[in-house]
């Protein structure tokens, strides 16, 4: 009996003292009205030890710059460049993961805090930037 009423007081005093849990409110997200494009996709190529950038929709742009950074065995590393995008609809660039001299390349080791940042100008005067972070 006393074992059933010392239950019976914490279960009480459990659902007195603990608060009470409500459903988080429903976020409704507005837009701004205008269209939003993609101007780049991003796919990790392990095979090539390379990241292969793929540019898009480039007939809305003026020039596309990169700049892939990154840290290998503790160094910062990186690569950046510029697609001019006159008379193009997409284009691709395959950017590697180490570094190539006289057609020689030597592939970097212990890659992290990768990092991939596209600053797209749009023909209209506007910029679109999009940043990916590389998981390796």
């Known amino acids: ?8 007081i914490s ?15 429903l976020r409704v997200r ?16 392990r095979n090539t030890n390379s990241v292969i950038v793929t540019f ?5 742009a003026k020039r596309v710059r990169y700049e892939l950074s990154y840290i290998a065995n503790g160094v910062p590393q990186g690569a950046m460049g510029t697609v001019q995008a006159a008379g193009l609809v997409s284009d691709s660039r395959d950017l590697y993961f180490g570094t190539c001299s ?3 390349c030597t592939p ?9 940042v596209i600053t797209t100008e749009l023909t209209s005067g506007g910029t679109y930037t999009k940043r990916y972070r590389i998981k390796i």
Do not use: E, W
């Open 56 to 60: 898009q929709n480039l007939t809305d």
């Open 1 to 8: 009996m006393r074992k059933l009423s010392c239950f019976i």
């Open 30 to 45: 507005k837009t701004s009205g205008g269209i939003v494009r993609s101007y780049s996709s991003v796919k990790l190529s």
């Open 102 to 104: 006289h057609g020689v």
């Open 11 to 25: 279960f009480l005093l459990t659902l007195i003292i603990v608060p009470s849990v409500h459903a988080a409110k």
């Open 108 to 116: 970097h080791y212990n890659i992290s805090n990768t990092t991939l």
